[in-house]
């Protein structure tokens, strides 16, 4: 990807604005590192285990009437992990200490997604797509409720209730 290097850019600038991250991972929605600075952490696994949250995140906000999705926080013993929507391809994920200031860590992460959804959105559009192969599907797209039907139980007599 042409934007790479300008995310990673914007991984080292929101290090040094939080200094109790102690890592930052953007990626695509499907689970790709686009670009880490992830020290001790497999940014591979943790590219995955971002998408598969971001899946789970996606049904939990849409089930619940909440609209898209914009940000996840998750606490742990020893710190935080936030992953923030980046456009409509990618999402950033943030690692910090136990310690770290929350409202900073949500004001920068989301500044520094919109930032990263918009390189990489650039990055997109300045790519030249073959005629032959349709546009990729946007996955955080809002997703419509289906009617239900009413189910018919027949009864002891084969009547329908």
């Excluded at 456009?87 to 770290?100: E, H, I």
């Excluded at 520094?112 to 946007?138: H, N, Y």
């Amino acid at each position: 990807m042409a934007a790479e290097a300008e995310v990673l850019d914007e991984l080292h600038r929101l290090r040094a604005r939080v200094p109790q991250l102690t890592g930052a991972l953007a990626a695509s929605v499907d689970g790709l590192v686009l670009a880490q600075d992830t020290p001790g952490v497999e940014p591979e696994g943790l590219a995955a285990l971002t998408a598969a949250a971001l899946g789970v995140a996606l049904r939990v906000a849409d089930a619940t009437g909440r609209g898209d999705f914009r940000e996840l926080l998750v606490r742990g013993e020893h710190g935080y992990i936030a992953t923030y929507a980046a456009g409509p391809s990618a999402v950033l994920t943030l690692l910090a200490g136990d310690r770290a200031n929350v409202g900073r860590l949500h004001l920068e992460g989301r500044r520094s997604g919109t930032r990263i959804g918009e390189l990489v959105e650039a990055a997109a559009e300045a790519q030249p797509t073959p005629a032959a192969r349709p546009a990729p599907k946007a996955v955080l797209t809002p997703r419509t409720r289906t009617a239900r039907t009413t189910r018919t139980v027949p009864g002891p007599t084969g009547e329908s209730r």
